[in-house]
């Protein structure tokens, strides 16, 4: 078994300027991590990267032992990618979408139609699973963009932002299923601006500033790196103004 989930060597990433200097991360498997930075860090790149949407400059990308820049499609196989922005196709309703997602990953169609029901009623779907898309909420599109990222069970699961848009009961039961889904050994990597959740659900929290990590570790970690016990948004704001000071020393 691979002793990683994902594993970052010098990511690297530029478009009109840097945007990912130099990364460096591992994540365990199982593992429930948090990726934090203001906007502009390079958070969603770096998960982009990961997910194959984008090609690092620089550096590598490994998933469950899978060079994802050598062999991406092994490496797609093995993840689900969740955006802030639902995508799915309007025309379609919930269990339509999640029978043509799970028919491009191949997945038997028994255990398709049984995982697609499971995913309808984990989420509180079921009352609309006929419905077309096109007359959902972004929050029940955020819903189904979900069940789809997770019909072909995915052991690594990539999530941008996955809670905007989301009421509270909905946040709920994302948040439900995200963690039987790590209960039952799937890594889940995370960015986040709503700080009560990774304080709440993370093992480990790393936090991005300037395109570099800066810090990370479990939140007992970060208190004991800022020295005092204090909330997350305390601890953030503190570690991205250290993080931005010395990136204008090293200018």
């Given at each position: 078994m691979p002793t990683s989930a994902l594993a970052?060597?010098?990511?690297?990433?530029?478009?009109?300027?840097?945007?990912?200097?130099?990364?460096?991360?591992?994540?365990?498997?199982?593992?429930?991590?948090?990726?934090?930075?203001?906007?502009?860090?390079?958070?969603?790149?770096?998960?982009?990267?990961?997910?194959?949407?984008?090609?690092?400059?620089?550096?590598?990308?490994?998933?469950?032992?899978?060079?994802?820049l050598a062999d991406p499609v092994a490496a797609k196989r093995r993840m689900a990618w969740v955006s802030d922005e639902p995508m799915v196709y309007d025309r379609l309703t919930p269990l339509e979408y999640l029978d043509f997602v799970a028919g491009l990953w191949q997945v038997e169609p028994v255990r398709a139609k049984a995982s697609a029901h499971e995913l309808i009623d984990w989420l509180d779907l079921a009352p609309h699973a006929n419905e077309l898309c096109g007359g959902f909420s972004k929050g029940m599109l955020q819903?189904?963009?979900?069940?789809?990222?997770?019909?072909?069970?995915?052991?690594?699961?990539?999530?941008?932002?996955?809670?905007?848009?989301?009421?509270?009961?909905?946040?709920?039961?994302?948040?439900?299923?995200?963690?039987?889904?790590?209960?039952?050994?799937?890594?889940?990597?995370?960015?986040?601006?709503?700080?009560?959740?990774?304080?709440?659900?993370?093992?480990?929290i790393g936090v991005i500033a300037d395109g570099r990590l800066i810090a990370e570790g479990t939140l007992a970690q970060l208190r004991a790196r800022i020295g005092r016990e204090t909330t997350l948004e305390e601890i953030f704001l503190d570690l991205v103004a250290q993080g931005q000071s010395s990136a204008e020393d090293a200018a």
């Amino acid at each position: 078994m691979p002793t990683s989930a994902l594993a970052l060597s010098g990511l690297t990433k530029s478009f009109e300027r840097p945007v990912v200097r130099g990364v460096d991360l591992t994540i365990r498997p199982g593992e429930f991590y948090a990726l934090l930075g203001p906007n502009g860090a390079g958070k969603t790149t770096i998960l982009r990267m990961v997910a194959g949407l984008l090609r690092p400059d620089a550096g590598s990308i490994t998933v469950l032992g899978v060079d994802a820049l050598a062999d991406p499609v092994a490496a797609k196989r093995r993840m689900a990618w969740v955006s802030d922005e639902p995508m799915v196709y309007d025309r379609l309703t919930p269990l339509e979408y999640l029978d043509f997602v799970a028919g491009l990953w191949q997945v038997e169609p028994v255990r398709a139609k049984a995982s697609a029901h499971e995913l309808i009623d984990w989420l509180d779907l079921a009352p609309h699973a006929n419905e077309l898309c096109g007359g959902f909420s972004k929050g029940m599109l955020q819903k189904v963009a979900l069940a789809g990222a997770l019909v072909h069970d995915p052991d690594l699961i990539i999530l941008d932002e996955p809670l905007t848009g989301l009421d509270a009961g909905s946040a709920r039961q994302v948040k439900d299923v995200l963690r039987q889904r790590t209960a039952s050994g799937v890594t889940v990597i995370m960015t986040t601006h709503i700080l009560e959740v990774a304080e709440r659900m993370a093992e480990r929290i790393g936090v991005i500033a300037d395109g570099r990590l800066i810090a990370e570790g479990t939140l007992a970690q970060l208190r004991a790196r800022i020295g005092r016990e204090t909330t997350l948004e305390e601890i953030f704001l503190d570690l991205v103004a250290q993080g931005q000071s010395s990136a204008e020393d090293a200018a």
